[in-house]
T-cell receptor, first 114, second 112 residues
C-alpha cells in the first residue's frame, strides 16, 4: 500500500540558509500535518492543511511557512535556519471522516543545520 | 496541553506484560497510540474515540476512559519487536481537524 512520501530524506544546511521539505500524502488523503521531532523528544505539531487551506496551527516558528497544493502535496519552507532547527521533520496524512481518522506518518526528513 | 504518559520507561523480559498510561487535563475526542523505533517514523497502533471503547491489535489492546480522560495501552506476552518508544497523541476535535498533541513517550525495552 502507498505510504506518505517525504523528500529529501536527509538535508544539510548552513545557518541562515533556507530549506524546503516536500510531502506527498497517501492517495485520497486530504489532510496533511507537519511535525518536528528533536533528538530524544516527542513529535511537536507545527501546522496542518485540509483541502489546501490551513486547518490548525501549532508551534511553527514565524520563519517557517507551509502550503498545500492542488494535488494535495505539501511543502514546508524554512528560512533563516538556526542550529536549533536541526531535527527530524515528519509529514503525516489522513482522510477526514466524521468519526475517527487514522493518521499515518511518513519516514521523515532529517535536517541538520551546521 | 500535553498529555502525561507513565511510566517514562519500562524494561521487560520477553513474554511479560506491560501497561502504558496516558492522561489529559482536556476533554478529548480521540487518543491515538503509536510506536516509534529510533530514527524511524511513528507507526500507528490504534485510535480510540470518546465513548470508552476498548480496541485490540494482535496482543496489544487499549482502553479510553472518557470520564477520567485517560487511556491505557496493554501489551501482553511482549515480544522483542515491541521494543521502542510508545507515544499517545490526543485530539480535542474530531475529523482530523487537530494536529495531535503527543505525550513525552514511554521507552519500552524488551530483553530476551
Amino acid at each position: 500500500a502507498a505510504g506518505v512520501i517525504q523528500s529529501p530524506r536527509h538535508l544539510i544546511k548552513e545557518k541562515r540558509e533556507t530549506a524546503t521539505l516536500k510531502c506527498y500524502p497517501i492517495p485520497r488523503h486530504d489532510t496533511v500535518y507537519w511535525y518536528q521531532q528533536g533528538p530524544g523528544q516527542d513529535p511537536q505539531f507545527l501546522i496542518s492543511f485540509y483541502e489546501k487551506m490551513q486547518s490548525d496551527k501549532g508551534s511553527i516558528p514565524d520563519r517557517f511557512s507551509a502550503q498545500q497544493f492542488s494535488d494535495y502535496h505539501s511543502e514546508l519552507n524554512m528560512s533563516s535556519l538556526e542550529l536549533g532547527d536541526s531535527a527530524l521533520y515528519f509529514c503525516a496524512s489522513t482522510q477526514r471522516r466524521s468519526s475517527g481518522n487514522t493518521i499515518y506518518f511518513g519516514e521523515g526528513s532529517w535536517l541538520t543545520v551546521v | 496541553q500535553q498529555p502525561v504518559q507513565s511510566p517514562q520507561a519500562v524494561i521487560l523480559r520477553e513474554g511479560e506484560d506491560a501497561v502504558i498510561n496516558c492522561s489529559s487535563s482536556k476533554a478529548l475526542y480521540s487518543v491515538h497510540w503509536y510506536r516509534q523505533k529510533h530514527g524511524e517514523a511513528p507507526v500507528f497502533l490504534m485510535i480510540l474515540l470518546k465513548g470508552g471503547e476498548q480496541k485490540g491489535h494482535e496482543k496489544i489492546s487499549a482502553s479510553f476512559n472518557e470520564k477520567k480522560q485517560q487511556s491505557s495501552l496493554y501489551l501482553t506476552a511482549s515480544q522483542l519487536s515491541y521494543s521502542g518508544t510508545y507515544f499517545c497523541g490526543t485530539a480535542v476535535r474530531g475529523g482530523g481537524a487537530d494536529g495531535l498533541t503527543f505525550g513525552k513517550g514511554t521507552h519500552l525495552i524488551i530483553q530476551p
